[in-house]
């Protein structure tokens, strides 16, 4: 079980930390995603950690944001800076038993979902 936080109304420029709290004595064995949805789009790719370590970044937010995670309290965050209004969506973390996949189809299990909006 997933459990997403840390969204909310931010200026552009401004930053927030999300949070996704994960269930289960197996979190460092799975790779972690972030994906987003903004209204009318199709859910997207954000960032991942894998559970060797690595980590992969869709290409709108490189530089922008940073996924990070600490196994010992089986959460991942994602700490969003230099936020744009078209980083307005609704957050979902997930996780997936496999490494390397960036594909939304490949994490099995879902969070419900936090919403951040960025005003101009």
């Known amino acids: 079980q997933l459990q997403a936080s840390g969204g909310g109304l931010v200026q552009a420029g401004g930053s927030l930390r999300l949070s996704c709290a994960a269930s289960?004595?197996?979190?460092?064995?799975?790779?972690m995603g972030w994906f987003r949805q903004a209204p009318g789009k199709d859910r997207e790719f954000v960032a991942a950690s894998w559970s060797g370590g690595r980590t992969s970044y869709a290409d709108s937010v490189k530089g922008r944001f940073t996924i990070s995670r600490d196994n010992a309290k089986n959460t991942v965050y994602l700490q969003m800076n230099s936020l744009k209004p078209e980083d307005t969506a609704v957050y979902y973390c997930a996780a997936s038993g496999s490494d390397y996949y960036t594909s939304s189809a490949k994490f099995g299990s879902w969070g419900q979902g936090t919403q951040v909006t960025v005003s101009s």
């Open positions: 289960g004595r197996t979190f460092s064995r799975y790779a």
